[in-house]
């Protein structure tokens, strides 16, 4: 069988794509039809910005948080005329949020699918839980290595136990003498135990250090040698902080000549020598929702004696003498296991015999046998899952995305607010306006795409807002490039814009300190929003509130204000609002998808029909001005569109292609209706040339967006705010994407 694999994949440092290399190896060596199976291939997901240098099997990569990926390599998997496709799923290892960036390529699959899962939880999150069962659902078989893993799914993930196989976690036939690698290791001297795997507050190694004094007391010679590197998503939000707290630990019991941190990531053969060399291995997990550890089963394969808390991989893998459990936390009952173990060699000697027969049974050539006969049959069986109807655009389609001129017009100060062509304008300085999209577009971009470059701006595009806010609340708006003030407040219109970057910050900060300080901000410009005239200024400040309050529904004080503002857009239809007129003007002037985009986020919060009812029927008016040829044609600048009056056809500006993006986005949010998603998409289509002149707005060679629609043409400047309307209308396109998956 030709097979495709799915993973993470060596040389990336991760439990699974060892996971993955060892299966692609033991089906090729145990497929006795093509025991060479050159035609199988290897799909690796990347993390964030790695650039690795993969073997030859690895046929296709995907960059973790590119949504396009995906959709590329459903269409590479689909032509390459695989007989089956092997996923090995973990939330953590695919993009989007819970990885829901899977779902769409395995919608896209035309083969039999087979899952493996490392992970199935007994609490998921709602999203978590409703993403496995997308899958399950896609899937002809999920594998998973334990029993408890088939009850949890067929009791809390309603799947049909026909549906489920289960295969343990195979392991190397690496063979080696205890006596000969502890001489290797110098350990000849020493009673070792062992653990190993990435490191993390969960992992408790802390309980077994603290178990070391009393040991230490008894055998003097005991040495505790903790393997393995600190986990790559631990590194990226808190630092070594955990090591650094063992280091210290070990220091306080004195017991630095008992205890090592190696911090390294071993290859195969070497970690081997290890377990060989350990007397004793320890796995001090600190909670039971473990359904897989491939560290026990490595331990167990080659015959440890193994000591560990219950969790649910190891409560299966040590029954019936193959292991001793104690329970989590606890120090001191490890400590009396350790001791007898360590002054009863008899009893560790037994320990291992069993370990050692049920490890020969579960060696990587056996298992690989296993998934091969899995394979076999559910290319046999033929069975057609149902899909669902996929999405109703393409992204791969898209562009890449990229914010390299976003990078360009950026400096210490600020986005400088114009360029000439693809150069900054440096004569006409920064604004208010572009460095709240700024701020609002670098956090999509890193909460959609982890891009750390996007979150390195965020400071910058903040800690402008923050220099020019007045002690009232009211913002500056203009800074000149030597960083001299040119107004004393700006317009409503600056002032809604920065509420609506900081509210959405308040929903979506990627850090504390970044909430504090838009926190800071957001409640000096509260006493302000009364002030303001504008129904422009008071849509976006009510989308920013909107977002504050969806983590913050307690505070009754600021939900009022949203449905008071709201109520000033709905008397302004009214008052305007006559026959086919149903608009809040007598004029569609500029931002015009801002107020219906408003209303439909009020009526997410508000939940009251008339604030639905006048959301959708301007929506509808808007679109039906817009998009009554097929495509979208954005009301000018030039003239406008008055009331019986004809419209204005050029001069149409990107941040109008934007606000329909958005509000057909949260149109979908709030209906689920699939006709949304169609717009959303032909909205975005504007700047890929999609619209009355037939040109495109992007620029492929500066990555930036053209300056808008002209009766001579495209407007070759490159400035702040169009640019940052294509890449907020880009990353909404990628999120409603997201969410289609997700709810589908």
């Known amino acids: 069988m030709k097979n495709a694999y799915i993973a993470t994949y060596p040389p990336r440092q991760c439990g699974i794509g060892t996971f993955t290399e060892n299966l692609f190896n033991s089906m090729i060596a145990s497929d006795t039809d093509e025991p060479h ?153 020493r009673k070792v135990l062992l653990t190993f795997g990435f490191i993390g507050r969960n992992k408790g190694i802390e309980t ?166 899995v394979v076999e049959k559910v290319v046999e069986e033929d069975v057609q899952i149902e899909k669902k109807e996929l999405i109703p655009f393409d992204i791969s389609l898209l562009p890449m995305f990229s914010i390299e001129h976003i990078k360009r017009l950026t400096d210490d100060t600020g986005i400088i607010q114009h360029a000439k062509f693809g150069i900054p304008n440096l004569k006409e300085g920064y604004c208010l306006d572009d460095n709240s999209r700024a701020l609002l577009m670098a956090l999509m971009t890193y909460k959609i795409k982890k891009d750390t470059a996007a979150l390195r701006l965020c400071p910058i595009y903040l800690s402008y807002i923050h220099y020019m806010q007045n002690p009232d609340g009211s913002f500056r708006n203009f800074l000149s490039f030597n960083r001299q003030f040119l107004d004393e407040v700006g317009s409503e219109d600056a002032f809604g814009r920065t509420i609506w970057a900081v509210g959405y910050m308040l929903a979506n900060s990627p850090n504390d300190s970044y909430y504090q300080i838009g926190k800071l901000i957001f409640d000096k410009a509260t006493p302000y929003f009364a002030e303001l005239k504008s129904i422009r200024s008071i849509a976006n400040i009510m989308i920013g509130v909107s977002y504050y309050l969806s983590s913050n529904m307690s505070d009754d004080i600021m939900i009022e204000r949203l449905r008071e503002m709201t109520h000033v857009l709905i008397e302004h239809y009214e008052q305007n609002s006559d026959g086919d007129w149903n608009w809040f003007e007598e004029l569609l002037a500029y931002d015009n998808a801002m107020l219906p ?80 998603l169609r717009k959303l998409f032909k909205s975005f289509k504007w700047f890929l040339g999609e619209n009355d002149l037939r040109m495109s707005l992007f620029n492929h060679e500066t990555k930036g967006c053209f300056d808008g629609l002209e009766s001579y043409g495209v407007n070759q400047n490159q400035g702040a705010e169009s640019t940052l309307a294509y890449l907020i209308s880009y990353l909404n396109v990628l999120k409603a994407h997201e969410d289609y998956y997700r709810k589908e």
Request: proline fraction near 4%; hydrophobic fraction near 40%; include cysteine.
């Open 37 to 189: 199976h050159e035609k199988s291939f290897i799909v690796a997901i990347n993390d964030y910005e790695e650039e690795l240098s993969y073997p030859e099997e690895v046929k296709f990569t995907i960059r973790q948080e590119f949504q396009e990926d995906y959709l590329a390599a459903a269409k590479y998997i689909n032509m390459s005329g695989a007989d089956c496709c092997i996923l090995q799923h973990e939330f953590g290892i695919f993009g989007g949020m819970d990885g829901v960036y899977i779902l769409p390529l395995l919608h896209q699959l035309d083969m039999p699918l087979i899952v493996t899962l490392h992970t199935v939880m007994q609490t998921p999150s709602y999203a978590q839980k409703e993403i496995l069962q997308r899958i399950a659902k896609m899937a002809n078989r999920l594998v998973v290595m334990s029993y408890k893993a088939i009850e949890m799914l067929v009791e809390i993930y309603e799947v049909p136990r026909e549906k489920i196989a289960y295969i343990e976690h195979g392991v190397p036939n690496f063979r080696y003498i205890q006596e000969e690698v502890k001489k290797e290791f110098k350990l000849e001297k």
């Open 208 to 373: 077994a250090i603290q178990a070391m004094p009393k040991l230490v007391e008894k055998h003097p010679d005991a040495l505790y040698i903790v393997l393995g590197k600190t986990h790559p998503n631990v590194i990226r939000h808190a630092g070594e902080e955990y090591r650094l707290y063992l280091t210290q630990l070990i220091e306080d019991l004195k017991l630095e000549k008992n205890v090592i941190l190696l911090n390294e990531f071993t290859t195969q053969k070497e970690l081997f020598k290890y377990l060989y060399a350990s007397d004793i291995y320890i796995t001090p997990y600190l909670n039971e929702a473990q359904i897989t550890s491939g560290t026990l089963a490595y331990a167990v394969g080659v015959g440890s004696a193994v000591v560990s808390t219950p969790y649910w991989h190891a409560t299966e893998l040590l029954s019936k003498g193959r292991g001793v459990l104690f329970d989590f936390g606890d120090s001191d009952a490890l400590s009396k296991v350790l001791i007898d173990l360590l002054d009863n060699p008899e009893k560790r000697l037994a320990i291992r015999k069993k370990a050692l027969e049920h490890g020969r049974k579960i060696s990587w050539p056996k298992i690989g046998f296993m998934y091969n006969d």
């Open 597 to 676: 985009l408003a209303m439909l986020h009020a009526a997410e919060i508000l939940n009251e029909e008339a604030v639905r009812k006048v959301a959708f029927d301007s929506m509808y008016f808007l679109t039906k001005h817009t998009m009554a040829n097929g495509y979208l044609s954005i009301i000018g600048n030039e003239k406008w569109y008055k009331k019986n009056g004809e419209r204005s056809l050029f001069a149409q500006q990107p941040v109008d292609a934007m606000g329909m993006v958005l509000m057909f986005r949260q149109a979908y949010n709030i209906s689920n209706d699939k006709n949304y």
